[in-house]
């Protein structure tokens, strides 16, 4: 699985947009892109998955430019509980393995 | 639909002694993994299962921990005996169709004394 590169911390105020980039810079041409949510004393949550272009759903939009050697988590007006650690994977579509990298995340906080 | 549901929600233990983590998959799916986070560090893979057999086992530390999935229903991850550095949170999920959409349990916060 292709490693991943987040910076370790965000912060941001509630209403503005907040865009977290990921570099993977081996992805491979069958990887996809997946980014999950972690809240304190919970387990990850999917937040979006995508290969190429732009993916979005009611929760984020995700960016991959075309070399796909990075990719952009976009939260659009975020609130107080929106505070999370968010993590970037990468890994083979339709492959078996569990084998999933977390990495160290990147705990966003949301500021009033 | 009831998510994935782990027991118990903490555990204390003292070192030696033999712990058993359950993990209820989402119905139907067929996937299930265990992961853990020791302190301060990352969320690590420790086994798949696909249905009842294990499907990577390559991230169980030692044999102190065994997993089991009878039926392809519910899992158990037992760690006998404890060492102090088990301590940790233990993450199950499921899911139905591989590793690209998993869902995640609570966790088990184990703490060995």
């Known amino acids: 699985l292709a490693k991943t590169t987040q910076p370790i911390s965000m912060d941001s105020y509630e209403g503005q947009e907040v865009n977290i980039t990921c570099s993977h810079n081996n992805i491979a041409t069958n990887d996809y892109i997946t980014w999950y949510q972690q809240f304190p004393s919970q387990g990850p949550r999917f937040i979006i998955q995508?290969?190429?272009t732009k993916v979005t759903n009611e929760v984020a939009s995700l960016f991959i430019p075309a070399d796909r050697k990075s990719s952009t988590l976009s939260l659009p007006r975020v609130s107080l509980s929106d505070t999370a650690v968010y993590y970037c994977?990468?890994?083979?579509?339709?492959?078996?393995?569990?084998?999933?990298?977390f990495g160290k995340g990147t705990k966003l906080s949301v500021k009033p | 639909e009831a998510g994935v549901t782990q027991f118990p929600s903490h555990s204390v233990i003292e070192k030696g002694q033999t712990v058993t983590l359950r993990c209820d998959p989402i119905s139907g799916h067929d996937n299930l993994y265990w992961y853990r986070r020791v302190m301060g560090k990352e969320i690590k893979f420790l086994l798949h299962?696909?249905?009842?057999?294990?499907?990577?086992e390559s991230g169980m530390p030692n044999n102190r921990f065994l997993a089991e999935r009878t039926g392809g229903t519910y899992s158990t991850l037992k760690v006998q005996p404890a060492e102090l550095e088990d301590s940790g949170v233990y993450f199950c999920?499921?899911?139905?169709?591989?590793?690209?959409?998993?869902?995640f349990g609570s966790g088990t916060q184990l703490s060995v004394l």
């Open positions: 994977l990468v890994g083979y579509y339709g492959g078996s393995q569990g084998n999933l990298i």
């Open positions: 999920a499921s899911s139905q169709d591989g590793w690209e959409k998993l869902f």
């Open positions: 299962f696909v249905k009842e057999s294990k499907q990577d």
């Open positions: 995508g290969y190429k």
